[in-house]
């Protein structure tokens, strides 16, 4: 639900006094799972700037009292240290927006030696790779290269005396660059494969970063991260919506399509993703569940249409591979996401014997 530049910070529990020390031992083992559980799907590396401190809020229910302590997730075997807890005024407003559509065209091939490799190791291998590609892009910001250590706001500060810093929102334009310097030498790998997942359509992102002083890198990075993390969260969904549901075999899956939601009392959307056969009443359900807030169904922002995933048997060779209406597929428009999945018919009985993902995130949000 988080877009880039938010992390979990950690997890909060609300219980009376005494029963505070019952639970630490539980807590401590769940924020080490959190961490674990969100970095299993993560395709990019944290930096050596990062704090690796996660937090444990205990709320008394009666005096409203407050303990924090912190746990470095980096080491398993970190002991409680307590911190001071501090109240700031206008955090939750006072944030900046950088939005991209970003056009995707992956191939992924399913290697058929390794009976071991199932489709989410072959997933997230093709992606790693296309990963480097978005890490070593090009980013314009409102059409200019920035340099890295440059203020992120240098000359939109003021109008009319008034600083924009709040609630300003940034267009991102992604360049990825193609090896094409005589002098870069690349190789030529054979292997033998099953199949292919090939992704393909146009990507909306969003990122945010407080506006405390922002630099141009800390913004880059917010944004490489959304788009990364929105790409492999798409394919986990889709995967694991073909295998609990038991969906039998076809030509034409629907990626998931993402939403934004308004967080109350703050200038951030969060996110989640939708089939086109859920209904926005489930939707908003599930963003009322989750953030324990009524939330309308007009708030809903729909980024994008309908997508379309193409499955088609390699033993038709490279025949094009048609839709259920039987029309030729068009090319992706400017808001369409596409997964198409060429694979042997022998090969799909044990694809489909893939992954069982399940995440764990915690939430908590303070003014």
Known sequence: MLPGGLVVLGI????????????????????FSVEKSINRKRLWTVTEEEISERVILHICSSTKKLSCRTYDVHDPKSSARPAEWKYQNRVSTSWLSLECTVHINIHIPLSA????????????????????QIENGVYLINGQVKGEDCDLLEGQKKSRGNTQATAHSFDV???TQLPLNS??????????????????????????????????KDAVQAVKRDILNTVADRCEIL?????????????????????????????????????????????????????????QIEDLEISEEINTACVTSSVKS?????????????????????????????????????????GISFHYFSD
């Open 173 to 175: 334009q992604v360049l």
């Open 12 to 31: 909060f529990i609300i219980t009376a006094l005494e029963a505070a020390d019952d639970f630490q031992n539980a807590l401590r083992r769940l924020i």
């Open 239 to 295: 995967f694991e919506d073909l295998i609990l549901n038991e969906i039998p075999e076809k030509k034409n899956y629907e990626l998931p399509q993402r939403v934004f939601v308004p967080l109350p009392g703050s200038a951030i959307m969060l996110c989640d993703y939708k089939f086109g056969d859920e209904s926005a009443e489930e939707i908003r359900d599930h963003f009322s569940e989750m953030l324990d807030h009524e939330i």
């Open 183 to 216: 002098d870069h030498r690349s190789t030529a790998t054979v292997q033998i494969c099953s199949g292919s997942v090939n992704l393909w359509g146009d990507v909306k992102c969003r990122a945010y970063i407080h506006s405390n002083r922002p630099k141009v």
């Open 113 to 132: 030696t390794s009976v071991s490799y199932t489709l989410e190791k072959n997933t997230k291998s093709g992606l790693t790779r296309w990963a480097k």
């Open 318 to 358: 490279e025949v094009a591979p048609t839709n259920t209406g039987g029309e030729q597929p068009e090319p992706p428009s400017k808001t369409t996401v596409g997964l198409k999945i060429k694979q042997n018919i022998g090969a799909i009985a044990a694809l489909t014997v893939a992954v069982l993902a399940a």
